[in-house]
């Protein structure tokens, strides 16, 4: 790898191979990828990070290459990240990502990368992080994260959005679970994709009376919208851009205290994230090492412990010691 700086200079100067370079060499694994990711970060958050999630094949791709398009319109440059961890089973996915958005490939304030693996980098969570702070650094002015909204990894990227998209479709069903189970509490916009469909107004009724349920009462405090669109048409976008724009102004209101507050808690929660994996991985090789990691597995076989017993010996023996 070039020289760290010389690498961290082409890249805020916009430098599209070099990101791209960097990209692929954080998801290799490849020493020093990780070093100029510390020179990019002091530039970094400057950018409106726009998450786009919800169950696949809801239309995340079709509405997240309108926003693309009418965002380029407005004259701001866009970074976008989509998220397929099910690729190894639905390449295709990646490919129809790739062929909807590839109108964009050529203009140059676009920059579209695909995650279709966990990488090594340190999960996908980790991975799309890195992803971002990249396009952030390069002075993207609005990023867009499309994930596909099924597993925790995926809310918690949602989570780390500024502005959170949920989208869903008409007739619920099975997405009324996965609203409950997280998504709808990430939420700042709901979409209900594919309105040309029959039931749309009434899944915007169940949805709206969902988040009556769970209205806050701080009058102060952001209260999610529900819009219908038509990705494939182009209908309602606008709308939704206009809900966008309305959520950001709410954040950077007094002095951006809202934005402030929900990076506060971000940042902590990657901090913790990253934390946990290097800690963890180091104590795993040093237990392999010397030998620890096997006496426990064979005491837990013979039953001369438990594993909750062996666990609890084990992180007080380790922490005590480097205390
Ligand atoms: N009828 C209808 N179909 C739509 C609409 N928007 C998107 N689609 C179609 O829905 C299918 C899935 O769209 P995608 O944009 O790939 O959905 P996705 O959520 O990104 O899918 P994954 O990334 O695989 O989870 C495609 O065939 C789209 O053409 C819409 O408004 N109405
Ligand atoms: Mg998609």
Redesign the pocket.
């Known amino acids: 790898m070039a020289d760290v700086q010389q690498v961290v200079d082409r890249i805020l100067a916009g430098d599209v191979r070099a990101a791209a370079r960097l990209m692929r060499d954080l998801d290799d694994g490849v020493p020093g990828a990780r070093e100029v990711l510390k020179g990019l970060y002091p530039n970094s958050g400057r950018a409106h990070l726009i998450g786009v999630t ?1 169950s ?7 509405l997240t290459d309108r926003l693309i398009q009418r965002l380029r319109a407005d004259g701001r440059t866009v970074g976008v990240v989509a998220v ?1 961890p099910t690729s190894p089973f639905s390449g295709g ?1 990646i490919l ?2 790739r062929i909807r958005m590839q109108r964009h490939a050529t203009d140059p304030g676009v920059f579209i990368r695909s995650l279709a693996t966990r990488g090594h980098f340190g999960g996908l969570t980790a991975s799309t992080r890195a992803v971002l702070t990249v396009l952030d650094a390069m002075g993207k002015d609005v990023l867009l994260a ?1 994930t ?1 909204g099924v597993g925790q990894d995926e809310v918690e990227i949602a989570a780390t959005a500024d502005t959170t998209i949920v989208v869903t479709v008409p007739g619920l069903g099975d997405d009324i679970q996965a609203l409950k189970a997280g998504l709808l509490e990430v939420a700042d916009l709901l979409v209900v ?5 029959e039931g749309a107004d009434r899944t915007r009724q169940d949805l709206l009376m969902m988040l009556d349920m769970r209205r806050g009462r701080d009058p102060e405090s952001w209260q999610p919208r529900v819009y219908l ?5 182009d209908v309602g976008v606008a709308e939704l851009l206009e809900g966008v724009r309305e959520h950001r102004e709410f954040l950077h209101r007094d002095q951006g205290r809202a934005l402030a507050a929900a990076r506060r808690g971000h940042v902590r929660q990657e901090f913790l994230e990253l934390l946990k994996e290097g800690v963890f991985r180091r104590l795993v090789r040093r237990l392999d090492q010397d030998g620890r990691l096997e006496a426990a597995v064979e005491a837990i076989l013979a039953r001369r412990t438990d594993p909750y017993s062996a666990c609890e010996e084990m992180i007080r023996t380790c922490l005590d010691r480097s205390e």
Not at 56 to 62: D, E, I, L, N, Q
Not at 229 to 233: G, I
């Open positions: 919800g696949p094949g809801v239309g995340k791709s079709t397929d996915a129809g990502d499309e596909v994709n594919k309105a040309d469909r669109t038509q990705a494939k048409d």
